[in-house]
């Protein structure tokens, strides 16, 4: 059974660094994108930006200066880094595998909390 | 960015019902829309891609419809488990990737 699982830091101080990785188990990077996308608590899904086999990378322009998106492919994983975070960025955090027929696959996210 | 617009945002309806969800995008998407349900504290779950295809292992009292810039979701009878918050999302733009706001489906 494929199986993504996702693990990171959930307490962070205004200007720090956000770091979340997620691992894929049972299946292969091939011929998806991978994706992180964001909840904050009780609102909408916000798409942050994703990465596919070869490296390529598309990032929301609202959150672009501040995200990098990596991926490793020899062991599977991905990963997130948002710099300078606030109070703002407060949020459940998903990896999620999206291909042609639409994204399937998430982790079980991770709520990260920017607090002072 | 492309907007995507559902409505209604909150809708009361009891078992066995048929519900319609609509999510309208601010420019043609073609059949680049995909439909999704979150319960409380969990991830979204994929209900239908390409607009129109049911994902696998989904009821088949979920349908979708539409192309270009208006789309529904259809429930054509409500069952208990599926009282949820429901999201339309567009991948025609990877520039950014966009969700509707979602829609609350409680019951009444």
């Known amino acids: 059974q494929v199986q993504l699982h996702q693990w990171g830091a959930g307490l962070l101080k205004p200007s720090e660094t956000l770091s979340l990785t997620c691992g894929l188990y049972?299946?292969?990077?091939?011929?998806?994108?991978w994706s992180w996308i964001r909840q904050p608590p009780g609102k909408g899904l916000e798409w942050i930006g994703e990465?596919?086999?070869?490296?390529?990378?598309n990032y929301n322009p609202s959150l672009e200066s501040r995200v990098t998106i990596s991926g490793d492919t020899s062991r599977n994983q991905f990963s997130l880094r948002l710099t300078s975070v606030t109070v703002a960025d407060t949020a459940v955090y998903y990896c999620?595998?999206?291909?042609?027929?639409?994204?399937?696959?998430w982790g079980q996210g991770t709520l990260v909390t920017v607090s002072s | 960015d492309i907007q995507m617009t559902q409505s209604p945002s909150s809708l009361s309806a009891s078992v066995g019902d048929r519900v319609t969800i609509t999510c309208r995008a601010s420019?043609?998407?073609?059949?680049?829309l995909n439909w999704y349900q979150q319960k409380p504290g969990k991830a979204p779950n994929l209900l239908i891609y390409?607009?129109?295809t049911l994902h696998s292992g989904v009821p088949s009292r979920f349908s979708g419809s539409g192309s270009g810039t208006d789309f529904t979701l259809t429930i054509s009878s409500l069952q208990p488990e599926d009282f949820a918050t429901y999201y339309c999302?567009?991948?025609?733009?990877?520039?950014?990737?966009?969700f509707g706001q979602g829609t609350r489906l409680e019951i009444k």
């Open positions: 990465i596919n086999r070869s490296g390529s990378t």
């Open positions: 420019q043609s998407i073609s059949s680049y």
């Open positions: 049972g299946g292969s990077f091939s011929g998806y994108y």
């Open positions: 390409g607009a129109s």
């Open positions: 999302q567009q991948t025609y733009s990877s520039r950014p990737i966009t």
């Open positions: 999620a595998r999206r291909g042609a027929a639409g994204t399937g696959l």
